[in-house]
């Protein structure tokens, strides 16, 4: 169980920053801009990811390569639920 914990708590770290990037890069694209509102984002997607999928974004290619994981569904999931 602690790497479970372990790895979500990691791939949310890094997205929270790479998503952070994205949204001062580029603020007309997102609806969301502050950091409450990113981390609520981040949630979300990271337990869309453990369970059912999601789209993947940029913020998510560089959070997987930063992880050293593929950006693909299986292997984002992989992570995250082992």
């Known amino acids: 169980m602690t ?23 580029h603020p007309e694209d997102y609806r969301y801009s502050s950091d409450p509102e990113i981390a609520r984002v981040v949630d979300n997607m990271t337990e869309a990811f453990a369970k059912n999928g999601a789209g993947i974004s940029n913020a998510i290619r560089r959070t997987c390569r930063k992880l050293g994981i593929k950006a693909t569904f299986t292997e984002i ?4 639920n082992s």
Do not use: C
């Open 3 to 25: 790497t479970l914990i372990g790895n979500k708590a990691k791939f949310r770290e890094v997205y929270f920053q790479e998503l952070k990037v994205s949204v001062q890069k």
């Open 77 to 80: 999931k992989k992570f995250l």
